[in-house]
């Protein structure tokens, strides 16, 4: 693949690129790094005192680790979905904010999105060390799971890193893209089972039964690529436990087709980048 080709001859780019991302963003502040846990945090409280609380969902204790927190059964899908959007977002951003190095000199500008992505992926890295310690805290067994967790958050970072690379580029002729998309996020967001169980879902969707044929909601409702992942994370983080294999293949396969589609247009359009930007 071109992309990997890309990589492999800019990785010392890459990796300066890497480090500005990660150093820059909390530059001069007195927490540092610390402040990119305090985003999921505050969503955390939010989310937990809204639907546990208020609206008082409950998923119900994990199966078979028996830990029943709302809380962490929120972080579980809900830092998985934070990449994700960040990677995207900031992948989408990168090339228009980098807009005079690329009309200057000539490197892979594939190089901005996948550092951008790297970089998000340092921060989920520790924001989900820091779930792996609340969970085993709280009674949790994820510890003989964490190979297995460390390979979906690498399916994950390819999906995210497909759709960013996409979207670049359609941000980069159509600004009108990221705009576009932070709507959809939010659209997107209360379609995937993060708030809510996707138990609730399926028995609306029995209640409702077949909207065309034998199609139901919840066949709907599964097209959503985020609702696999969400899936897997959970099943290995709070139910400790092996995720279905048809979900797990269904993450690979999204990984999959969005990182060759993102890759093929991105090498296609990046020539004309300099004269668009």
């Not at 927490?31 to 609380?53: D, E, H, I, K, R």
């Not at 901005?112 to 067994?141: K, R």
Request: proline share 5%.
């Amino acid at each position: 693949m071109s992309l990997i080709a890309d990589v492999r001859a800019s990785r010392e780019l890459l990796v300066n690129l890497t480090r500005r991302e990660v150093k820059g963003k909390y530059k001069r502040t007195a927490l540092g790094q610390l402040w990119s846990l305090a985003n999921p945090l505050a969503q955390m409280l939010v989310y937990t005192l809204v639907f546990s609380v208020i609206i008082r969902i409950d998923p119900g204790p994990g199966d078979p680790s028996g830990v029943d927190v709302f809380a962490v059964w929120l972080m579980c899908a809900l830092l998985p979905w934070t990449f994700f959007t960040g990677v995207v977002t900031g992948g989408m951003s990168s090339l228009v904010a980098n807009e005079n190095l690329i009309k200057k000199v000539y490197f892979p500008r594939s190089t901005l999105v996948v550092s951008n992505a790297l970089a998000t992926s340092y921060t989920w890295a520790i924001e989900m060390a820091v779930l792996v310690v609340a969970i085993l805290l709280v009674g949790g067994q994820p510890l003989p799971f964490l190979p297995l967790v460390v390979l979906a958050m690498a399916v994950l970072f390819a999906f995210s890193l497909g759709v960013a690379l996409l979207l670049s580029v359609a941000n980069a002729y159509f600004r009108d893209m990221q705009h576009l998309v932070t709507i959809l996020f939010q659209v997107w967001f209360y379609l995937t089972p993060i708030l809510y169980p996707l138990s609730e879902v399926e028995r609306r969707a029995e209640a409702a039964g077949p909207i065309v044929g034998d199609v139901t909601i919840l066949d709907v409702y599964k097209l959503n690529p985020m609702e696999g992942f969400s899936e897997v994370f959970r099943d290995l983080l709070y139910d400790n436990r092996l995720p279905q294999w048809g979900t797990a293949v269904e993450c690979v396969v999204w990984a999959a087709v969005a990182l060759v589609v993102g890759s093929l247009v991105f090498q296609r359009r990046q020539r004309g980048l300099a004269e668009v930007l």
